[in-house]
Structure formats: C-alpha cells, structure tokens
DNA sequence: ATATACTCTAGTTATTAGATAGACTATATC
DNA sequence: GATATAGTCTATCTAATAACTAGAGTATAT
C-alpha cells in the first residue's frame, strides 16, 4: 500500500512541475489546490525540502519550488523516502536489505525468490518514471478543452 | 508490504506442496519446520482451507494437505486473500476498486496512471507464479547435496 | 472411551498512519 | 524597524491494524 503521505508527496510535486518556473507556490494554495490537510502537507514539504526535491522561500512572496530538475526526480526517490524500501519484503530488498529470522536458506526461499521479482519490476517502474515523463503523459491524456480552458 | 500472514500462507503451501501426495501434514510439524508461531499459523491454514486452496482431516493421522492441483494456486490469490488488492492505491485495482475522495479527475490523475502500472507488473508476476512453477524454481536452486540429504 | 488434531471465539499488545495545535523564525515591504 | 507573510519545528492525539495468544469446542481414528 502506498502511504497517503507518499501519495501527497507525488500529487504535490507533480503539481508543482506543471506550474514550473521561478514563482513558488504557497503551502495552502497547494493544499486548497490538491485537497491536502494543509498541516500535514506542511511536514511533506519539508521532508522533501531536506531531501533536495524542493526548495522554499521564507515571507511575502514565498512558498515552495522545485529543487532540481523534475527529469531527475524519481517516483522511486519519492515512494522510499516516505514508505521506505519497494520490496515487499525486507529480505528481497536492494536499497535496504535485511535477514528474516524465520527462514532456513535465504538463497531458496520461494517467498523471496517471487517477491525479488515483485521488487525489481516496480523499481523498473518507479525508478524509470521522473516528475516530467509522468507529466508528460498526463497531458497527452488531459482533453484539449480542459487545457484550453 | 508482505505482511507475516501472507508471507506465512507461502511457506506453509510450499511447504505442502514439497511434500505432495495424500499423506496429511500436522499444523504443528509444519509451525516447527517453517519456524511460525503455531496458533497464528492455525488461524492462516483455516482461511486458506475455507478458500479451497488447502482440505483438512480432523483425529488421529489428519492434519492438512493441498485443497487442488498446486498448478491452479498462484501467489495472487494467496497474497489477496491476506493482504487485499495488489494495487497500491485503491483507485489503481483491477479487482477491487474504489475511487479516491481527494483527485479531481481520476482519468488524468499521475499517481494513479503510475501505481496502475505497478499494480499490472505485480499481477503479471503474483499471478503467474503457481506453487508448482515456484517448487520448481526453488528446486533448481537447491544445491544436490541437499537434496541427496 | 479416549487420545488426537483441527475449529472457533475472544482477547492482548505494540506500532503506525494520519492528522492537529501552537509556538517559533526568517523575509519582504512600507 | 514595525508588521504582515509564510515557512519551520516540536509535541501530541486517535483510531486502526498487525502479530500473536488463550482456551474452550468438535470431529475422528483406534
């Protein structure tokens, strides 16, 4: 399951890609915006601030932007930073490995042979969709008289 | 995540389906060879009994064995009968969905468009595993002198 | 009969997700 | 340099759930 927080955390990100530029966007337009608690988004944003997928600007005037390149922000970084590791289980993790205890040889365990390839196909995935590859197919499918609109 | 009943639903059918024929395996022999705690595994072979994917004799020489043919149980029913919908996000499930209350217009929605394509590799895998072609993976990584052993 | 072994109901405990409250700090602008 | 603006940080709270446990009940083989 994805975490509400790891959703948010996409929804606001994406939504602060497809306004792009240099004008920061305010925590509670963002909220109002993507129908976020606005408290709660507030410790979203400043996790991905600390983590360099944001920046934010203090005062009048401010609110948060992008902190780097949406084609070099990846679902993968977004979902591990909130919901942690993608594999289902610790022991058929890459990015953070982890014995079960319970398991007599780890090098045949059917559980984690299958959850291995559970694993390496949603980090193909995630790891392969950046902010603007995903922004991109949203638009091809937004219907002409809503982006006119 | 896997959670533990699932993890252990795995174990304990492979284990069953390992041993195969129509000798009963007691839950206490299988709680002490795959290493779960015996009342929890209890309650899991009783689900999976009630969903045919194992039978069960009751008295002296029972215990439970394969409900079916370890060919026609894949890891996708086991996994939602535990842990719900393989999607990560209710709105991305093929076999259970439920619309989100937040997000405007689910058609164009990122996160979905997104979690649908993890939703689909997962079933691709989970759904095409048997017990049988797993057995058969774990077999050809079991070195032969265990197997003489 | 009786021992065996599954079946069922009803807990317990610890953790976490999701959300909220409120004080604090930095900055733009007049 | 006062003041409004807007992000930052700490501390909770609540409800739900995962993981596990206890114990009485029921069917069956010998």
Redesign the pocket.
């Known amino acids: 399951?994805l975490?509400?927080?790891?959703k948010?955390a996409v929804k606001a990100l994406l939504a602060l890609a497809e306004r792009g530029g240099e004008e920061?966007?305010?925590?509670?337009d963002l909220a109002r915006q993507e129908q976020?608690?606005?408290?709660?988004l507030?410790?979203i944003?400043?996790s991905l601030?600390?983590h360099g997928m944001l920046q934010?600007?203090?005062?009048?005037?401010?609110?948060?932007l992008l902190g780097r390149d949406p084609k070099a922000i990846y679902l993968g970084q977004i979902v591990r930073l909130f919901?942690?590791p993608l594999a289902p289980v610790p022991c058929a993790s890459q990015t953070a490995y982890v014995r079960c205890q319970d398991c007599q040889d780890e090098a045949t365990c059917g559980v984690r042979l299958a959850m291995k390839d559970v694993r390496d196909a949603t980090a193909r995935i995630l790891d392969g969709t950046s902010l603007s590859s995903l922004r991109r197919r949203v638009e091809r499918l937004t219907p002409a008289r809503a982006r006119r609109g």
């Open positions: 399951m975490s509400k927080k790891a948010y920061p966007m305010r925590i509670a976020i608690p606005q408290k709660f507030e410790a944003l400043l601030r600390n934010s600007r203090k005062g009048k005037g401010g609110g948060y919901d942690g």
